[in-house]
């Protein structure tokens, strides 16, 4: 095994015992000659960032690219591992203590509005939909509370949508996301023309999200949903290899 690069990726974490064991799945499925480990910022106290660095680290890799498994650079959380890591120097979380770390660290950007999102959002709406112009459509993101971070998110859902405007005939697509909270309002909008309504949510793994807040935000409403999120879609895997690849380009031109 190769040396040069270890490879961390970080996901937020979760409760749910089987979305946990699909994110490991995918990050195992990589292929890639270099050492490879996932960390959780939230809900596990043994896979951290501070063990998958040291791990990394006493292999004795020369680098560590990090790849957050994230949809958007508007995730605040994105602030708060960069903190950890060094790459930022302050956080609103003053709890957040920084990592003791002896080797380079080569950060990588989420998803964002790489063409893989796109692919797995369209599988979702083909899974869904029968007849695009007698449908409405609704994008459910994470969003933020903090304004710069949600112009982020703001500007992927667009973009998002208008993809989707020049593959669909959607009688409309509107986009809402759970901070600020809009969804329930902006699909009660969207119902008012008498077209069905499709919701698809653009989150990362099952769990608290689209098994409890998202369809509760969404009850009593009359909407196609499947709760279908972005892993365990081979293409996630797909991703994270690309990004590896795309990474190590960069350092060696540099």
Same mark, same amino acid.
């Given at each position: 095994m190769k040396k040069d690069y270890g490879v961390l990726v970080i996901a937020h974490g979760t409760k749910n015992n089987q979305a946990k064991i699909l994110i490991e799945n995918t990050v195992q499925a990589v292929q890639t000659p270099f050492p490879k480990t996932i960390a959780y910022l939230e809900f596990d106290k043994e896979q951290t960032i501070s063990s998958g660095i040291s791990l990394l680290e006493n292999i004795g890799v020369n680098k560590i690219i990090i790849i957050p498994l994230f949809v958007s650079s508007g995730s605040t959380h994105l602030n708060e591992i960069k903190y950890m890591l060094g790459l930022d120097h302050s956080t609103n979380h003053p709890e957040i203590q920084q990592i003791s770390i002896n080797t380079p660290i080569l950060w990588c950007s989420p998803m964002d509005d790489d063409p893989i999102l796109f692919k797995l959002i369209f599988e979702q709406i083909n899974m869904l939909s029968s007849n695009s112009s007698e449908e409405n459509l609704l994008l459910i993101?994470?969003?933020?509370?903090?304004?710069?971070?949600?112009?982020?998110? $703001?500007? !992927? *859902?667009?973009?998002? =949508?208008?993809? /989707?405007?020049?593959?669909?005939?959607? &009688?409309?697509?509107?986009?809402?996301?759970?901070?600020?909270?809009?969804?329930?309002?902006?699909? $009660?909008? !969207? *119902?008012?023309?008498? =077209?069905?309504? /499709?919701?698809?949510?653009?989150?990362? &793994?099952?769990?608290?999200?689209?098994?409890k807040k998202i369809p509760s935000k969404l009850d009593g409403l009359d909407v196609m949903w499947n709760g279908q999120t972005l892993i365990p879609h081979p293409l996630m895997t797909s991703w994270l290899e690309a990004k590896i690849s795309e990474r190590i380009v960069q350092e060696e031109e540099r």
């Amino acid at each position: 095994m190769k040396k040069d690069y270890g490879v961390l990726v970080i996901a937020h974490g979760t409760k749910n015992n089987q979305a946990k064991i699909l994110i490991e799945n995918t990050v195992q499925a990589v292929q890639t000659p270099f050492p490879k480990t996932i960390a959780y910022l939230e809900f596990d106290k043994e896979q951290t960032i501070s063990s998958g660095i040291s791990l990394l680290e006493n292999i004795g890799v020369n680098k560590i690219i990090i790849i957050p498994l994230f949809v958007s650079s508007g995730s605040t959380h994105l602030n708060e591992i960069k903190y950890m890591l060094g790459l930022d120097h302050s956080t609103n979380h003053p709890e957040i203590q920084q990592i003791s770390i002896n080797t380079p660290i080569l950060w990588c950007s989420p998803m964002d509005d790489d063409p893989i999102l796109f692919k797995l959002i369209f599988e979702q709406i083909n899974m869904l939909s029968s007849n695009s112009s007698e449908e409405n459509l609704l994008l459910i993101a994470h969003g933020s509370e903090q304004a710069y971070n949600n112009h982020i998110w $703001k500007q !992927l *859902l667009e973009k998002l =949508k208008q993809k /989707i405007e020049h593959h669909y005939s959607f &009688s409309a697509i509107s986009y809402a996301t759970l901070h600020p909270d809009n969804v329930t309002f902006v699909a $009660k909008r !969207l *119902l008012r023309n008498g =077209k069905k309504l /499709i919701a698809i949510p653009l989150v990362i &793994s099952q769990g608290y999200l689209t098994e409890k807040k998202i369809p509760s935000k969404l009850d009593g409403l009359d909407v196609m949903w499947n709760g279908q999120t972005l892993i365990p879609h081979p293409l996630m895997t797909s991703w994270l290899e690309a990004k590896i690849s795309e990474r190590i380009v960069q350092e060696e031109e540099r």
